[in-house]
């Protein structure tokens, strides 16, 4: 990722295909917010998360780093982190 805009882009992104995952509207989801204590994700819906960010940013997830992916926040770190 060159530059916050980018960033800022995809947090958008991640924001909008969880949110149509879940069923949950978008500014009803905190970035900070666990997903599985707070906003009631499964270990289905979670796997669909991850197979969709996956597939739109062409990346893999190692499976190590799956569980540490909670919160939208921990999932722009990584993906942040990815980018660079």
């Given at each position: ?19 149509k ?10 970035e ?53």
């Amino acid at each position: 990722m060159n530059n916050k805009n980018n960033l800022e882009d995809i947090k958008k992104e991640v924001k909008s295909l969880i949110s149509k995952i879940i069923q949950i509207q978008e500014e009803d989801i905190k970035e900070n917010a666990d997903f599985f204590k707070d906003l009631g994700i499964d270990s289905m819906m979670a796997l669909e998360i991850i197979a969709s960010i996956e597939k739109k940013y062409r990346i893999t997830i190692p499976e190590e780093d799956i569980p540490k992916l909670t919160s939208l926040e921990k999932i722009y770190e990584y993906l942040d982190k990815s980018f660079k």
